[in-house]
């Protein structure tokens, strides 16, 4: 059984469409992420809800916008999307038990090409 | 400024020598963690190290964590093709358990 899975896992599209990627875990954990992993290979964390609540919003453009229906689910939709959108982005779930040793399991990415 | 700085940037070795990888800082992390990412996978956490000077040995994997908190390593002794991949060190600081990435080492290992 798949952890964390994300949908879809490529997704080519135009500059100035509206596109969403869904993931879903099924650990039972409390606390969801998105990271954008750029073509250099840098993970940086974009989101993070917990219990279907935000907790962190890093510095990124309001065209994107996480969505938790529930606390299994975490959509990230993107406006208007440009060049530089282009790359891979990844869900990860946490226990949420907010201990420094928390372990990040993470889906498999859904990698974005804006043409 | 990266705040964690990940080194070698790419290796690529034989099969059967042994690699070290750096993962250094000016800031102190309460927790340091070691992930390996796969080719079009997510990374996959190795191991957590929080206490100055802990050591933890993962099979063939060796894992440090420098005694002021500031640095890790990871030794692989013998490397196999299997141990190809990107290896991500991510501390976390103060209070915070969300994790800050280094830009990661790419390992190749050919047999």
């Known amino acids: 059984d798949t952890a964390v899975s994300q949908t879809p896992k490529y997704l080519v599209t135009q500059m100035g469409n509206d596109k969403s990627i869904k993931c879903e875990q099924n650990l039972g954990h409390d606390t969801m992420y998105w990271y954008k992993q750029d073509s250099k290979k840098f993970l940086k964390i974009m989101f993070s809800y917990n219990n279907k609540e935000l907790i962190i919003n890093e510095t990124v453009p309001n065209r994107f916008s996480p969505k938790s229906p529930d606390k299994a689910h975490l959509n990230l939709h993107i406006n208007s999307l440009e060049l530089g959108d282009s790359a891979v982005y990844f869900c990860?779930?946490?226990?949420?038990?907010?201990?420094?040793?928390?372990?990040?399991?993470f889906g498999p990415g859904t990698r974005l090409l804006v043409l | 400024t990266q705040l964690l700085e990940q080194s070698p940037q790419f290796l690529s070795i034989q099969e059967g020598e042994n690699l070290t990888v750096y993962c250094n800082s000016s800031?102190?992390?309460?927790?340091l963690q070691w992930y390996r990412q796969e080719p079009g996978e997510g990374p996959v956490l190795l191991v957590t190290?929080?206490?100055?000077?802990e050591v933890k040995k993962l099979k063939r994997l060796t894992f440090q964590f420098g005694d002021a908190r500031k640095d890790s390593s990871l030794h692989i002794t013998a490397a196999q093709p299997g141990d190809t991949g990107l290896y991500l060190c991510?501390?976390?600081?103060?209070?915070?358990?969300?994790?800050?990435f280094g830009r990661g080492t790419s390992l190749i290992v050919h047999p």
């Open positions: 990860a779930s946490s226990q949420g038990s907010r201990r420094r040793e928390e372990t990040q399991y």
């Open positions: 991510a501390g976390a600081r103060g209070g915070s358990y969300i994790p800050t």
């Open positions: 800031s102190v992390f309460s927790s």
């Open positions: 190290v929080v206490t100055g000077g």
